[in-house]
């Protein structure tokens, strides 16, 4: 036997340089989106603010579901966490009068966080379909709560008044724009953060468990505890997702938790494709244009609009939009 | 013990209304392993079907009795149409692939279908009270029931007989189970699975036509009825276990008899119930009561 045997200790050096390199430019990458973002704010017209800020706090949301995604698992129900996001806001602005923009945020990830490591003991055991249409039960569970409670506002939901910031207060007209830089700087930690999960032992877990749980397992890695974690961290960027809607928007209502704004998401998550952490503010900005348009042009077929689309990314573009940059690099490489 | 007999004939009731649109769900999924979120879409549009041809047919003043036979029609030209172009012109392209992204399919294709409905019958409400009218009641420990609503009991005892007869003594139902229980070597025997694949889903899409069918008469058909029914459908084909007819009668049964007990006993708490059960019965067993077990491959 004289076959060559693999030293990992040589290729071991080789791997986190790679891995170093790979993190270097993703840091890179996002220096340039916060700047890009914030050089563009200061152009921007009033309504186009309005709109980057609901399009980056959704595009939270969306990355949640990229890391559930990438593990094999989709949540037909995540609006359950944005729903809670922005009803923590709301009923705290409204039953305790509190309105500092930061301690709002904190507290409708920290109300998603609480639910979702209570229902994770019972999700993470379930796969595709299961987990999918179990989510979807539990958001509708929180609609029909929403919907039924007078205290909690009813079908009408209520009004979120324009948030402080620690010790300031911002005059309406600036509102809006203090708004977006919270969401630029709420969207800059999500991404920064999953990007470095993903790097980590635990984050390189996720595609191996979609690929095969089972040999995950036998490696020794706790898969149902690694899914727990996944789906709180999902949780968490979509109550912050919702917490940063409710204050913009200024109004919440039940519709935020209901199947159809679940089923936006899991579009969204689709059209973008898991390849990147950008992925999905890309994504989240194509589907608010696509929206903008259709109500303009098409108001009665927004469904249709959604449906069809979503099949044709589904049988000609399976890896969504993203796959056109990837694709477009593996060509210019030699 | 009036509000025992109420209890048990609304959940007896209530349980084969979830049963007749739930079996259709359960049998594709059985067969097919496709979860159809599209059968709410076939739900409505059984629905409005329905209830369009049976305002149509009582305007022109025809014998009443035969808008019995227009509702079990109606389901039947929807469900083969729909099942049809959904299952030749779809989902036959996306076997094989990821479950969830099948899920999605159906899941555009109930967008669409919602979408068809609101475009062809519009936003008002299309009320189709007669045939439900027509039955009258009867009192039952001094309650009147409506005799249209024992009959869907009826109805659904007879689906559920004819069904579980045709699975275990006709031999489609033989060559069904037979791929059911292990499609490749159906397969490798002969049987021709795309065919029977389009025979179940049509005859899944006439199973929940015939739900929204049998349905109009009892609500008043309006834009967004088939969103609850599917994920209801859902929770009841859970609690029995996927894929089998004899778990949905069960888990129609339990849900519906705990629905009429919560409206009747607790009505703050009616919502919650159905879910409530779901999660309880998935705690204890977690692929339904029914369900059997799946090796793990790797």
Redesign the interface.
Known sequence: MDSPKPDRRSTLPLILAAAGKEAARRDLALLLFVVGLMAASLTMPGWAVYLVTVMLARGLVVLGLLLLWRTGLMSFGQALYYGIGAYAVGLTQKYLGLREAFSLLALGIVAAVLVAIALGFLLRQYRDIFFAMLSLAFSMILYGALVKSETLGSTDGFAVLTPHFLAWTPGTASAQYDLLLLCIAAVASGIYLVGRYLASPMGHLTTAIRDNEIRVEYLGFPVRRAIHVKYVLAAALSGAGGALVALAVGHIDPDMSYWTTSGEFVFVTILAGSGSVFAPFLGSAIFEILRTYATDYAPYSWQMVLGVSLLLLILFMPNGVWSLFRARRKAAAP | MVTAVTIFVDGLVYAAWLFIVAVGLTLIFGVMKV?NVAHGGFYSMGAYAAAWSVGIYFDAGLAPAGSFLLLALSAVVVGVVLGLVLERG?LR??YGR????V???T??????L???V??IWGVDAYPAYQPSALLGSTAIAGLPFNNYELLLVVVAAAIGLALTWGLARTRLGKLLRAVIFDREMAVAFGIDVARLFTGTFVVGAILGALGGAVTAPTISVVPGIG?EVI?LA??VV?IGGLGSVMGTILGALIVGLARAAAVHLLPEVE??VI?GV??LV??LR?RGLFAQAQP???
């Not at chain 2, 990821?98 to 992204?101: E, G, K, R, T």
């Open positions: 979860l779809l392209f996306v990821d479950d969830i992204l899920v999605l399919v899941y555009a294709a109930f967008l669409i919602e979408n068809l609101l475009l969103v994920v859902f929770a859970v919502l919650f879910y779901m999660s998935l705690i977690p793990r491959r790797i």
